[in-house]
Nanobody, 125 residues
């Protein structure tokens, strides 16, 4: 059973940057895809970015070019580098992971098997 723990959230001004981390325990990101989702108050959880075990990455249109998803060399920690932040990026950010060699849906919550508790990101205007 993989446990995930996010960190790195906080309050930042518009135009600023944050880097979120997702630490895995009970397993690694080797041979499994990882994703980031976010949920703003009153809205549904939405896809932000994903990275497959092959290294292929996917991004929501709203963050393409501003956010970068990656996994550390030891495959124990995933990251979401967020630049040029906007007030509309304000949300709770969740990391998620698929089971080993799990394929299929990378873009919805249903496609992931393990979830962290979330970290708050607030962008002030």
């Amino acid at each position: 059973q993989v446990q995930l723990q996010e960190s790195g959230g906080g309050l930042v001004q518009a135009g600023g940057s944050l880097r979120l981390s997702c630490a895995a325990s009970g397993g690694t990101f080797s041979s499994r895809a990882m994703g980031w989702f976010r949920q703003a108050p009153g809205k549904e959880r939405e896809f932000v970015a994903a990275v497959r075990s092959t290294g292929t990455t996917y991004y929501a249109d709203s963050v393409e070019g501003r956010f970068t998803i990656s996994i550390g060399n030891a495959k124990m920690t995933g990251y979401l580098e967020m630049n040029s932040l906007k007030p509309e990026d304000t949300a709770v950010y969740y990391c998620a992971a698929k089971r080993i060699l799990g394929g299929g849906d990378y873009f919805t919550s249903r496609g992931y098997d393990y979830w962290g508790q979330g970290t708050q990101v607030t962008v002030s205007s």
